[in-house]
């Protein structure tokens, strides 16, 4: 039976979600690259019933199209993303800000995806407007990809069970056979789909090659127009079957696939005030001091759900100037771990702030003389309440 996050035994671990939505994320987007990969050729070639030198242009001219969004596009990154120190940042904004943006770029591409390949008519110009759509909605995912695993594999060192312990290369190498797998099975599946839905093949140079008694090493004169002649006839033999096959594998599996992505990417669980957590933890590991100016502060993380923990606290007379609380902490620290753990064993992503509600009353013997005298003056009479209620807020 499944146990609940507030009866959770002292020796059972939590579930390392940020790993699990990690490995999701890696996993779907190997299914992703393969299924794009291994089909793309066939796209231009049986879709757009293209061969020879202009298939040649439409793949050169739409990989430079790509090459040039991307690189732009990654030095508008580099500009937006990477200037100043995110530590200085206690708002969390610029992580909130790359996040949306990454989760907003692959739903955006898999809709455009999904119009483009799947919807629209096909023809080379929107192949070329692919070539440019989609690196709009790939090239930001590195930069959080890269994030990502560096914050994973540093709260493992730093705040996982074995503090100091440094398991990147083995959190790398979990990744990477994550998506090396998932690419492999999705490639092999694309393959055997194109066998199924109908792909003839045809060695167009074993037919030509009894216009020429040498080896056929280039594609001129009379050999070279009978294997162009000859692939032309095997394109147009194709099934429809095989052109809907390979439009669907692009334009409806591959944008499953990103939205799984961008799904796994939100719920990645480091980030707010989880982050800044590792932010200030990374910088006391290397003795580092964070001095914030008042243009830098900003105000604290506050959750959209909030619980009020009453405390009572006794003021001392030892000194007239000085006030001093004592309050029982162990106490305070099992009802806020209490609290935790049942907010933990809700469904789905929690935002909380926790609000100490600190009871300043006075000293023992006064409260004796103060409740006697309020016995004292009968029933009909209300007593004063003298405690005074001071809010000090806790972020959780």
């Known amino acids: 039976m ?43 070639t049986y879709v757009l019933r293209l061969g020879g030198w202009e298939r040649m242009q439409v793949i050169v001219g739409g990989g430079l199209l ?5 690189v732009t596009l990654n030095w508008i990154y580099m500009r937006v993303f990477s200037a100043g120190d995110v530590r200085l940042d206690m708002t969390g904004k610029k992580d909130r800000k790359l996040l949306r943006y990454v989760v907003f770029s692959r739903f955006f591409n898999a809709i455009a995806t999904f119009g483009i390949i799947g919807w629209a008519e096909p023809s080379i110009f929107m192949v070329f407007l692919w070539a440019v759509t ?42 990477a056979m994550t998506q ?32 020429s008694t040498k080896q056929i090493v280039d594609s001129t004169g009379a050999v070279g127009e009978c294997i162009e002649t000859c692939f032309l006839g095997v394109i147009a033999m194709q099934p429809d079957s095989l052109r809907w096959y390979v439009r669907a594998v692009i334009g409806f599996w591959a944008p499953l696939c990103e939205l799984f992505v961008a799904f796994h990417a939100w719920k990645f669980p480091i980030k707010g005030a989880r982050l ?85 009353a006075a000293p023992l013997d006064m409260r ?12 009909g009479e209300t007593s004063v309440d003298l405690s005074k209620q001071v809010r000090n807020p806790g972020y959780g």
């Open 2 to 44: 499944p146990r609940c996050g507030c009866c959770r035994r002292k020796d059972q671990r939590p579930p390392k979600m940020a790993f699990r939505h990690l490995m999701a994320v890696k996993f779907w987007n190997g299914a992703y690259g393969a299924s794009i990969g291994s089909t793309l050729f066939y796209y231009v």
């Open 276 to 360: 800044r957590r590792l932010y200030a933890g990374i910088s006391q590991s290397r003795g580092e001091e964070i001095n914030l100016t008042l243009e830098d502060a900003g105000a604290p993380h506050t959750g959209k759900s909030k619980i009020v923990l009453s405390v009572e606290a006794t003021k001392s007379n030892n000194s007239n100037k000085m006030r001093r609380q004592n309050t029982d902490g162990e106490g305070l620290l099992w009802r806020l771990a209490h609290t935790t753990a049942l907010v933990d064993s809700w469904p789905g992503a929690k935002s909380l702030s926790v609000l100490f509600d600190i009871n300043e």
């Open 134 to 175: 989609t690196r709009f909605g790939l090239a930001s995912f590195s930069f959080w990809r890269v994030s990502a695993q560096c914050w994973l594999v540093d709260e493992d060192c730093i705040f996982g069970e074995v503090p100091g312990r440094r398991r990147q290369g083995v959190i790398f190498g979990a990744l």
């Open 66 to 70: 790509a090459g040039v969004t991307e």
């Open 368 to 379: 004796r003389s103060h409740r006697s005298t309020a016995h004292s003056a009968g029933e």
């Open 180 to 211: 090396n797998f998932a690419g492999a099975v999705f490639s092999s599946l694309t393959f055997l789909g194109l066998g199924l839905a109908g792909l003839q093949t045809v060695n167009c140079e074993d037919q030509c090659k009894h216009l």
